[in-house]
């Protein structure tokens, strides 16, 4: 049996399709940039691999033995240029059975985000690919959101009453692995994936109130100010506010209000609602 490499298995997405391709029985190499919290993360279970998509001398020692492989695009590679490498190196190397690249939902109409480029380098490499095309993480809320309401009890994104259909990155994670662990069913497909409701913000701040027992507003700010908050109140990088502050326009223009049936579909269950996520993960806007 061939080995699934999962690039960005350190992170949220990577970290759960490894384990859940673990789960499944599959030889996995974990590939990331720091072996030591690799090796401690995973032991035995896996085999680490130091990888860098700007290093093409990482990529051999990674890929012996694979035929499947995840690619999630580092944060801070903004250039989809970036990974054409190691798609070039997928397509020398042969015997490729499936790519699976974590994409964004819709962004098969949208050229804008880097996404849409890095999709069509693997298609034009000829590699049978899966594009996972998730809804937004409702990891955002818990992870770089989770600072104001943890704080001051407001959500801070600029997308007014818009809907949107979150999804649980674990649920990603599981979906993903599914796929990967049988290639020839989901050979050059592209998959929307959602969470089963689409909830504005203001539910979501009602569903946050509910559960924790305190009230909590959406605070519904404009673009600009959201921007200009996120980089001169909160310091977060430039370049990831400008990429964020463009992904809520396009939720803000109805993008991210599909609901699809792709995760049942496949998993036979139901995906994740957004009650259930927040009840597990309250410490995420509880203390100090």
């Known amino acids: 049996m061939g080995k699934v490499m999962v690039t960005g298995a ?20 974990v590939a990331d940039i720091n072996m030591e919290a690799m090796q401690q993360r995973y032991g035995d279970e896996a085999t680490c691999a130091r990888f860098d998509f700007t290093d093409p001398s990482t990529f051999a020692k990674a890929l012996a033995g694979v035929d499947r492989v995840f690619i999630m695009r580092p944060p801070h590679l903004g250039k989809p240029e970036d990974l054409k490498p190691f798609v070039e190196a997928l397509r020398d190397k042969g015997g490729i ?20 480029k890095i999709e069509k380098y693997i298609e034009q490499a000829g590699l049978p690919y899966c594009h996972i095309r998730p809804s937004f993480f409702m990891q955002n809320i818990s ?7 943890k704080h001051f009890d407001r959500i801070v994104v600029p997308v007014k009453n ?12 599981e979906i993903t692995a599914k796929v990967l662990s049988e290639p020839e069913k989901h050979q050059n497909r592209g998959y929307s994936i959602t969470g089963p409701e689409a909830i504005d913000y ?8 509910d559960e924790l ?3 909590i507003t959406y605070a519904n700010p404009s673009p600009r100010l959201a921007k ?30 599909k609901v699809t049936p792709v ?13 259930a996520f927040v009840r597990k993960n309250l410490a995420a806007w509880q203390g100090e």
Request: aromatic share 10%.
């Open 202 to 209: 203001f539910e979501a701040a009602k569903i946050l109130s």
């Open 97 to 116: 059975r499936l790519v699976c690249f974590l994409s964004l939902i819709g962004v098969e109409n949208n050229p804008v985000p880097p996404h849409h």
């Open 162 to 173: 818009a809907l949107t259909s979150f999804i649980d990155a674990e649920d990603i994670g």
């Open 213 to 215: 027992g305190r009230t």
């Open 10 to 29: 350190l992170g949220n997405v990577g970290g759960y399709i490894a384990k859940y391709l673990i789960q499944n029985g599959q030889n996995v190499v």
């Open 143 to 149: 992870g770089v959101h989770a600072f104001e309401i």
């Open 228 to 257: 200009k908050y996120w980089i001169e109140v909160r310091g977060l990088d430039k370049e990831y506010s400008t990429v964020m502050g463009m992904l809520y326009m396009m939720t803000r223009m109805g993008t991210a209000k």
């Open 263 to 275: 995760f049942e579909e496949v998993m036979g269950k139901q995906a994740q609602t957004f009650r």
